[in-house]
């Protein structure tokens, strides 16, 4: 495996479900994120994690619950969601902290479907 | 606000043409900024990153910086059908990690 790696690619789930979102990645890296992508919306930064300390929670409800248990992976916790929170949902690593940042490198996402 | 903005287009260009993409930005703290391409269903991809003002090549795609207007650009030369996509501007300022701020994209149509 390489990049960065998201389980499930897709997800629908009910409001009173409880689901997780995994990321992995494979490159290294010391920081990861969870962005939240809505149509005709930018993306919103949801939560950062550098060096497996979470660095940023933007106002996020408390019905999403990240997890970041080593460098590699992060998760994201789902319960009792709304249908407005329905959307595709991206993990991010880059390396914080170097000479120079280089953006990015995503996941291929999660498209969340709340019902 | 720290804010990105982005003509949402769709801006059509034919095949072989070139494809300009503009993008402007509300923090003078704004250190480095990016271009994103994404294809319809797929997640971002970094296509060039610029940091200096003034011009940076790479293959058909060329990056401009202007600090003082705050303004972003990406040349896409002899554009090729599959460059069709939303190409997403993303400046990131000057803290502790790579906090990104990005536009809502811009959609590109080459017509063959």
């Known amino acids: 495996e390489t990049g960065v790696t998201q389980t499930p690619r897709h997800l629908v789930m009910g409001m009173t479900n409880k689901k997780s979102l995994k990321c992995e990645q494979h490159?290294?890296?010391?920081?990861m994120y969870w962005y939240k992508q809505s149509a005709k919306k930018p993306l919103e930064l949801m939560f950062v994690y550098s060096l497996e300390e979470r660095v940023e929670n933007n106002s996020v409800p408390s019905r999403f619950s990240p997890e970041c248990p080593n460098s590699s992976h992060l998760f994201l916790h789902l319960h009792t969601l709304q249908p407005e929170d329905s959307a595709l949902y991206l993990c991010?690593?880059?390396?914080?902290?170097?000479?120079?940042?280089?953006?990015?490198?995503f996941g291929s996402g999660t498209r969340l479907t709340v019902v | 606000q720290k804010e990105v903005e982005q003509n949402s287009g769709p801006l059509s260009v034919p095949e072989g043409a070139i494809a300009s993409l503009n993008c402007t930005y509300s923090?003078?703290?704004?250190?480095?900024f990016f271009w994103y391409r994404q294809y319809s269903g797929k997640s971002p991809e970094l296509i060039m990153f610029i940091y200096s003002n003034g011009d940076k090549e790479d293959g058909r795609f060329t990056a401009q910086l202007n600090k003082a207007s705050q303004y972003v650009s990406l040349l896409i030369r002899d554009s090729q059908p599959s460059d069709s996509a939303t190409y997403l501007c993303?400046?990131?300022?000057?803290?502790?990690?790579?906090?990104?701020?990005f536009g809502t994209g811009t959609k590109l149509q080459v017509i063959p």
């Open positions: 993303a400046a990131m300022n000057s803290g502790g990690y790579q906090k990104v701020t």
């Open positions: 490159l290294g890296h010391n920081a």
């Open positions: 923090d003078r703290g704004s250190q480095s």
């Open positions: 991010a690593s880059s390396q914080d902290k170097g000479p120079r940042p280089y953006g990015y490198t």
